[in-house]
């Protein structure tokens, strides 16, 4: 049906830079928005950034500057550039899309990533 594959986490020193990507494929007729969580174990899954696909872009407040995110429309890819991270930006990031899967489908659906492991240290 439809794919989202995240990739660029691993580990990181306090002060250092990521780039994640997504890439969606499989049936796609549009997608809406593209987008960014993530999720502590034991916390509630929260929004990093979102990018609609004809609107500005939204960041959570703990991002402060500090993360960019962006998309190619083309490649139905959403990236999310990290730099100055902190030990608390330690997390499972999931892409997340909202997306009509035909030219039929009247609304579109969330799917979601399996998630990719960000470690900061300290």
């Known amino acids: 049906q439809v794919q989202l594959v995240e990739s660029g986490g691993g580990l990181v020193q306090a002060g250092g830079s990521l780039r994640l990507s997504c890439a969606a494929s499989g049936s796609i007729f549009s997608i809406s928005s593209m987008g960014w969580y993530r999720q502590v174990p034991g916390q509630r899954r929260e929004l990093v950034a979102t990018i609609p696909g004809g609107g500005a872009t939204n960041y959570a407040d703990f991002v402060k500057g500090r993360f960019t995110i962006s998309g190619d429309n083309a490649k139905n890819t959403v990236s999310l550039q990290m730099n100055s991270l902190e030990p608390e930006d330690t997390a499972i990031y999931y892409c997340?899309?909202?997306?009509?899967?035909?030219?039929?489908?009247?609304?579109?659906?969330?799917?979601w990533g399996p998630g990719i492991q960000v470690t900061v240290s300290s």
């Open positions: 997340t899309a909202l997306i009509r899967t035909t030219r039929t489908t009247r609304d579109p659906l969330r799917f």
